[in-house]
């Protein structure tokens, strides 16, 4: 079936350094998302993009954190500056439409020390 | 704001045997959700098992089955005999549509791991 990438399946940084992992979604799909999930916690949602755009993001969204989607390339979270909370495993999904079913990705382990 | 409950950590079943994995849902941002049981096999990233968008249908898939309970709020999987390829991490979702984007966020439940007993 469809495959989304994530691109570094783990990254290990110091806290305070920026971090971006890359996804790369299912190549005709128009909505983009990220969820983290802590380690012995639930999958949480952070946000969703659409046509250049955030539609929708969580309170766990914080002002250090950015997504974007340049040109059609890779989808980005970036968060700047990292800090010891952040370790997660983050997962990228992708769906055709809002509605329609969301394909995930392998999920990046973050490391912040 | 939403919430999602299912059965807590590990279940073991005899191969052959039935399987029941309860889910229990709260949805405060939308009247009926939809509902999702999705699925991580071992070395694999999630998938969709099954979904059922309409409040008493029930979905199936793979021999598994769930049906949405509206007034009990509750989305049980179930299936009648398990065997070993249905070791995995099973998650109970919920999505609530944001109206006038078409964009949808997933809230899920902590997960629960289905081995077989050996």
């Known amino acids: 079936g469809p495959k989304v990438l994530q691109i570094p399946s783990h990254q290990i940084i110091d806290m305070g350094q920026m971090v971006t992992l890359n996804c790369d979604p299912v190549?005709?799909?128009?909505?983009f998302y990220w969820y983290k999930q802590i380690l012995g916690q639930q999958m949480e949602f952070l946000v969703n993009?659409?046509?250049?755009?955030?539609?929708?993001k969580s309170k766990l969204f914080k002002d250090q954190f950015s997504v974007e989607r340049p040109d059609g390339s890779y989808f980005t979270l970036k968060i700047q500056p990292t800090a010891l909370e952040d370790s997660a495993v983050y997962f990228c999904?992708?769906?055709?439409?809002?509605?329609?079913?969301?394909?995930f990705g392998p999920g990046t382990r973050l490391t912040v020390l | 704001g939403d919430s999602v409950t299912q059965t807590e950590g590990q279940v073991t079943v005899s191969e052959s045997k039935s399987l029941i994995i309860n889910c229990t849902y709260s949805?405060?941002?939308?009247?009926?959700?939809?509902l999702f049981w999705y699925v991580r096999y071992p070395g694999e990233g999630l998938q969709l098992l099954l979904k059922?968008?309409?409040?008493?249908q029930k979905g199936s898939s793979r021999g598994f089955e769930a049906t949405y309970n509206k007034e009990a709020t509750s989305f049980h999987l179930q299936k009648a005999s398990v065997q070993e390829s249905d070791s995995a991490v099973y998650y109970c979702?919920?999505?609530?549509?944001?109206?006038?984007?078409?964009?949808?966020?997933?809230?899920f439940g902590k997960g629960t791991k289905f081995s077989l007993i050996p």
């Open positions: 993009f659409y046509n250049g755009k955030v539609m929708e």
């Open positions: 190549s005709n799909h128009l909505y």
């Open positions: 979702a919920l999505s609530a549509d944001l109206p006038g984007t078409g964009s949808n966020r997933l809230t």
């Open positions: 999904a992708s769906s055709l439409a809002g509605r329609d079913e969301q394909y």
């Open positions: 059922v968008i309409t409040a008493g």
């Open positions: 949805a405060t941002s939308i009247g009926y959700p939809n």
